[in-house]
């Protein structure tokens, strides 16, 4: 393979290689930041619903001191709301709300719309563990109005959510499904808020035995679990459908499977539908010590929905995070397998390549072998036919400089590129001798294509001087390679030295059939000379011999 052709690959191994380490490093910083943000948040969420303000406040700094390094401003102003809430849900709802105003003016200072945001909804949820519904309310309504404006691609769930929360726990019916609907009909809604939505209003239509209602939403959770993988039905819902459908004997099967104290309100429920009174009261007590017991060790209803949310949340990143990492996983094996391929790929094309370029240097060599078999058989031939030969008609005139002016030209044309070819003479433009032309043509041309073979820089001189009857010519170059009368030859030469031999050889017998003589200049060291001397005047005839 040329050294290119190495070159080429070596630069595109180098490439892909700085590639594939500059991705791997991306992916694997910024796979490790989002998925330690998220440990930490499963973290602080872990101690949200616990007494335990220490452990808290500092798993949530520690939150938000991370997020400022990666640079996430969300995650930052959410540790914060967070810490907000918790203050709220200790009943210290004076620092909760003047931190949450804090976080409004620190976003405000630092151009963060969504801490702004963060700091509204804040605000809301603290009215709302106040049982200060109208202004939780108004609040939720100029977050939802915020985030409309500011964040129109994203959906305002968690407040819209809220808010028909709100509307719920005052009774209205009709503004709960309103909110719903709108929530269902924001952008970008995520499976887990539609999820928690439908079970909302699954829990209205039931509540108002709206059989026809409870059933379209429960349809329609069964379509979102199916299509998102994500488990939005849960076993409350279930039982509440097998009650709704008259199915008691189910419903009492999946009840043993609730908590304690929701069974026995279930199941007061069934056996009153059922008709068994009695039954229904037994579980009816049951519910309401269990009930006074938990409402003993719980703020309200509404803190008891947080900390199930809280709860939920964290279960639901512990599980992000989960899935993150198993992505990640995959994402490492696809792209370790994918660069493998494409790493095979370019070692079967590379050898692929070798091989061609082998294959043609092959081809080559054999093509220039031959090339010049057939050419030494074709000298070979040509030899032959002068050695076969006694005489030739030398009974043309040639005027001999018109002659070897022609002969420096054609040598001229296939010279290599900085040689020049040049004809020097003694003779005057009428000096002739008598010859046979194409003969004494070929043998000047052979020696002027000898030269013209081997010489790569200098000058070839074809040089005609008279000596009495005689005419010289003398072809002289400027290569000092192998000794191309013997044959002698240096690496890479020996058909061309073969073909050389072969030449003179066949120029030396031309030279005897023209009466003339054909010599080296072994005195000249700056290349090659060859002496071709001739007579000007052709041979006397040879009288025949008489029969006696």
Same mark, same amino acid.
């Given at each position: 393979?040329?050294?290119?052709?190495?070159?080429?690959?070596?630069?595109?191994?180098?490439?892909?290689?700085?590639?594939?380490?500059?991705?791997?490093?991306?992916?694997?910083?910024?796979?490790?930041?989002?998925?330690?943000?998220?440990?930490?948040?499963?973290?602080?969420?872990?101690?949200?619903?616990?007494?335990?303000?220490?452990?808290?406040?500092?798993?949530?700094?520690?939150?938000?001191?991370?997020?400022?390094?990666?640079?996430?401003?969300?995650?930052?102003?959410?540790?914060?709301?967070?810490?907000?809430?918790?203050?709220?849900?200790?009943?210290?709802?004076?620092?909760?709300?003047?931190?949450?105003?804090?976080?409004?003016?620190?976003?405000?200072?630092?151009?963060?719309?969504?801490?702004?945001?963060?700091?509204?909804?804040?605000?809301?949820?603290?009215?709302?563990?106040?049982?200060?519904?109208?202004? &939780?309310?108004?609040?939720?309504? /100029?977050?939802?109005?915020?985030? *409309? $404006?500011?964040?129109?691609? =994203?959906? !305002?769930? %968690?407040?819209?959510?809220?808010?028909?929360?709100?509307?719920?726990?005052?009774?209205?019916?009709?503004?709960?499904?309103?909110?719903?609907?709108?929530?269902?009909?924001?952008?970008?809604?995520?499976?887990?808020?539609?999820?928690?939505?439908?079970?909302?209003?699954?829990?209205?239509?039931?509540?108002?035995?709206?059989?026809?209602?409870?059933?379209?939403?429960?349809?329609?959770?069964?379509?979102?679990?199916?299509?998102?993988?994500?488990?939005?039905?849960?076993?409350?819902?279930?039982?509440?459908?097998?009650?709704?459908?008259?199915?008691?004997?189910?419903?009492?099967?999946?009840?043993?499977?609730?908590? &304690?104290?929701?069974?026995?309100? /279930?199941?007061?429920?069934?056996? *009153? $539908?059922?008709?068994?009174? =009695?039954? !229904?009261? %037994?579980?009816?007590?049951?519910?309401?010590?269990?009930?006074?017991?938990?409402?003993?060790?719980?703020?309200?209803?509404?803190?008891?929905?947080?900390?199930?949310?809280?709860?939920?949340?964290?279960?639901?990143?512990?599980?992000?995070?989960?899935?993150?990492?198993?992505?990640?996983?995959?994402?490492?094996?696809?792209?370790?397998?994918?660069?493998?391929?494409?790493?095979?790929?370019?070692?079967?094309?590379?050898?692929?390549?070798?091989?061609?370029?082998?294959?043609?240097?092959?081809?080559?060599?054999?093509?220039?072998?031959?090339?010049?078999?057939?050419?030494?058989?074709?000298?070979?031939?040509?030899?032959?036919?002068?050695?076969?030969?006694?005489?030739?008609?030398?009974?043309?005139?040639?005027?001999?400089?018109?002659?070897?002016?022609?002969?420096?030209?054609?040598?001229?044309?296939?010279?290599?590129?900085?040689?020049?070819?040049?004809?020097?003479?003694?003779?005057?433009?009428?000096?002739?001798?008598?010859?046979?032309?194409?003969?004494?043509?070929?043998?000047?041309?052979?020696?002027?294509?000898?030269?013209?073979?081997?010489?790569?820089?200098?000058?070839?001189?074809?040089?005609?001087?008279?000596?009495?009857?005689?005419?010289?010519?003398?072809?002289?170059?400027?290569?000092?390679?192998?000794?191309?009368?013997?044959?002698?030859?240096?690496?890479?030469?020996?058909?061309?030295?073969?073909?050389?031999?072969?030449?003179?050889?066949?120029?030396?017998?031309?030279?005897?059939?023209?009466?003339?003589?054909?010599?080296?200049?072994?005195?000249?060291?700056?290349?090659?000379?060859?002496?071709?001397?001739?007579?000007?005047?052709?041979?006397?005839?040879?009288?025949?011999?008489?029969?006696?």
């Amino acid at each position: 393979m040329s050294y290119i052709y190495k070159k080429v690959y070596f630069r595109l191994f180098v490439l892909l290689g700085f590639l594939l380490c500059t991705v791997c490093l991306r992916a694997a910083s910024g796979a490790s930041g989002n998925d330690e943000l998220l440990r930490l948040e499963a973290e602080m969420l872990k101690y949200m619903n616990t007494d335990d303000r220490e452990a808290f406040t500092a798993a949530a700094e520690k939150l938000k001191e991370a997020s400022k390094d990666f640079g996430n401003d969300r995650m930052f102003y959410k540790a914060w709301g967070s810490q907000c809430v918790y203050e709220a849900m200790q009943r210290y709802y004076d620092r909760a709300t003047k931190d949450a105003q804090e976080m409004i003016y620190h976003a405000r200072e630092n151009g963060s719309v969504y801490g702004e945001y963060t700091g509204m909804h804040t605000e809301a949820m603290i009215l709302m563990q106040q049982n200060e519904y109208d202004k &939780a309310e108004e609040t939720f309504l /100029r977050a939802v109005d915020f985030h *409309h $404006r500011r964040f129109p691609n =994203e959906s !305002a769930a %968690e407040d819209l959510r809220e808010l028909m929360k709100i509307a719920y726990l005052r009774g209205d019916r009709e503004l709960a499904r309103k909110f719903a609907s709108q929530l269902l009909a924001e952008p970008n809604v995520t499976p887990h808020h539609k999820g928690r939505v439908l079970n909302r209003l699954s829990i209205m239509a039931f509540d108002e035995n709206n059989v026809d209602e409870f059933n379209q939403v429960y349809d329609e959770m069964m379509r979102l679990e199916n299509s998102s993988g994500i488990r939005t039905m849960n076993l409350i819902t279930e039982v509440n459908h097998a009650i709704i459908n008259a199915e008691y004997k189910q419903a009492l099967i999946l009840a043993d499977r609730l908590p &304690a104290d929701t069974c026995a309100e /279930r199941k007061a429920l069934i056996y *009153h $539908r059922l008709g068994d009174d =009695e039954k !229904a009261y %037994e579980y009816m007590v049951q519910y309401k010590h269990l009930s006074d017991s938990i409402s003993r060790v719980s703020h309200s209803g509404a803190m008891a929905s947080i900390y199930l949310r809280m709860n939920n949340d964290r279960l639901r990143l512990e599980q992000q995070l989960l899935e993150h990492q198993n992505g990640r996983l995959r994402y490492q094996f696809y792209f370790a397998v994918g660069i493998s391929i494409i790493l095979v790929l370019l070692f079967i094309i590379y050898q692929r390549r070798k091989i061609i370029h082998l294959l043609k240097q092959d081809n080559s060599m054999l093509y220039s072998r031959k090339q010049g078999a057939e050419r030494a058989l074709k000298d070979i031939n040509e030899l032959s036919a002068y050695e076969s030969k006694t005489e030739l008609p030398l009974t043309v005139p040639v005027k001999v400089n018109k002659l070897c002016n022609h002969l420096a030209n054609l040598t001229q044309e296939h010279s290599s590129k900085g040689v020049i070819t040049v004809y020097q003479t003694e003779l005057d433009d009428d000096c002739e001798i008598t010859t046979d032309v194409e003969v004494l043509e070929k043998l000047l041309l052979r020696l002027l294509d000898n030269s013209a073979r081997f010489t790569r820089e200098g000058m070839i001189r074809l040089r005609c001087t008279e000596d009495g009857a005689n005419v010289c010519f003398s072809v002289t170059d400027t290569y000092k390679g192998f000794d191309r009368s013997s044959g002698d030859k240096s690496a890479g030469e020996e058909d061309n030295a073969r073909h050389i031999g072969m030449s003179v050889s066949i120029c030396q017998s031309i030279a005897r059939l023209l009466r003339g003589r054909l010599w080296r200049d072994v005195t000249y060291t700056d290349g090659t000379r060859f002496y071709f001397e001739v007579s000007k005047l052709p041979p006397t005839p040879v009288p025949p011999l008489r029969k006696p």
